[in-house]
């Protein structure tokens, strides 16, 4: 899946419809200096800019904050922001510049939550992208989960939201449950209704009517394969007769 703006952002006219610490950062890239500002000039800046430059600077943080980048979780990057080709030395200077950069994860993190405050489900999306990277080495390490905790807190998310998101990505005795954010005590009936109605609000179709970029339909296809996985493993604890939607081609 490749976002349709990263051939531009050896311009500076990104930098200037992101503005703030994100717009700083590409306009860094492009050889410009941008001022750190509280807003775009030219209105608000498009979703998708935000997202996947936000995903980028947040995870290239991450990745400074656990000290070690490994091939895993390179590979894990790319598989959800791709790239042309001829555009991956780009991404991989702007990934580099964020780990260099002065400008500190928080004022990342604060202009993604400003930008998405009325679309919490975005912030979801990000923080779920950012545990996909993480886990792709095999273990979410201590500095990694402290920052994604912290991440979660800028972004409004509150203790359980975090748990159920980490439980996607994260094996625990009640996984199943945590990630469809149920609990035991609920019916079959109730547990079926639960699930019908997160695989609706999640289901990566709906991502795509919303006009949502790439990136986030990607990071939605695999929570919903998680989300079925949980559903599956609930149905035979419990012996339920089989009720699984179809994952998207």
Same mark, same amino acid.
């Given at each position: 899946m490749v976002s349709s703006f990263w051939g531009a952002l050896g311009g500076g006219g990104l930098g200037l419809a992101l503005g703030g610490p994100l717009g700083a950062l590409v306009g &860094?890239?492009? *050889?410009?200096?941008?001022v750190d500002r509280e807003? !775009?000039?030219? *209105?608000? &800046?498009?979703?998708e800019?935000?997202?996947?430059?936000?995903?980028v600077a947040l995870a290239a943080k991450m990745a400074r904050s656990d000290g070690v980048v490994t091939r895993d979780e390179v590979a894990a990057f790319r598989r959800i922001?791709?790239?042309?080709?001829?555009?991956?030395?780009?991404?991989e200077n702007l990934f580099d510049l964020a780990k260099q950069t002065s !400008? *500190? /994860?928080? &004022? $990342? =993190?604060?202009?993604? =939550?400003?930008? /998405?405050r009325e679309e919490p489900a975005l912030l979801e999306d990000v923080l %779920?992208?950012?545990?996909l990277i993480a886990a792709a080495d095999g273990a979410i390490h201590e500095a990694e989960h402290a920052y994604l905790r912290d991440v979660a807190t800028i972004f409004a998310i509150d203790e359980a939201g975090f748990a159920?998101?980490?439980?996607?990505?994260?094996?625990?005795? %009640? #996984?199943? $449950?945590?990630?469809?954010? &149920?609990? @035991?005590?609920?019916? #079959?009936? %109730?547990?079926?209704?639960? $699930?019908? @109605?997160?695989?609706? #609000?999640?289901?990566p179709d709906r991502e795509i009517a919303r006009g949502l970029p790439e990136e986030a339909v990607a990071i939605a296809t695999r929570r919903l394969a998680a989300i079925n996985a949980a559903w599956d493993n609930i149905q035979k604890e419990r012996g339920m007769g089989v009720l699984r939607q179809p994952e998207p081609a």
């Open positions: &860094a890239l492009a *050889g410009h200096v941008l807003g !775009a000039p030219f *209105g608000p &800046a498009p979703r800019l935000i997202f996947t430059t936000g995903l922001v791709a790239v042309p080709p001829e555009q991956e030395a780009r991404i !400008a *500190g /994860f928080e &004022a $990342y =993190a604060r202009q993604i =939550a400003d930008s /998405f %779920d992208g950012l545990f159920r998101i980490e439980a996607r990505h994260m094996r625990r005795p %009640d #996984d199943p $449950y945590l990630v469809l954010g &149920a609990s @035991r005590e609920m019916s #079959d009936a %109730d547990l079926r209704r639960h $699930y019908r @109605r997160l695989v609706a #609000d999640t289901h």
